[in-house]
């Protein structure tokens, strides 16, 4: 894993999340438990969120039936950022904290709904 891209991305408290950076779809051994980022490289190669989310990594990131599979897809998601997050409380309070700093991850621009996940 040496030579795996990684990603930081800040939440609007100033936190700073470290993310590894795989191709859409990867092979995840399921149990795994953390959050998720769908993201596309724009103009500039700076790496712009389609996505945020959390729960068991093999079924939200490496699967093709994610709920809002059609929307990532359609925003041109390449890549998936994943997180080992053990804890639902921990998982969510980042997955909010992002939110809140990456607003264009919602809806119109973004596939999340609402600023709750």
Known sequence: MANQETCTWTGKSGAKYLYHVYPRHPSITPGQDGNYIYAKKNG?????????????????????????????????????????????????????????????????????LSPTG
């Open 44 to 112: 500039q190669g700076l790496w712009v969120p389609i996505y945020m989310g959390e729960g068991d990594l093999s079924q939200r990131a490496s699967s093709t039936n994610h709920h809002r599979a059609e929307c990532i897809d359609l925003k041109g998601a390449t890549h998936v950022h994943l997180r080992l997050n053990p804890t639902k409380e921990s998982r969510r309070a980042e997955e909010m904290d992002l939110l809140a700093n990456y607003t264009n991850a919602l809806a119109p621009n973004g596939c999340n």
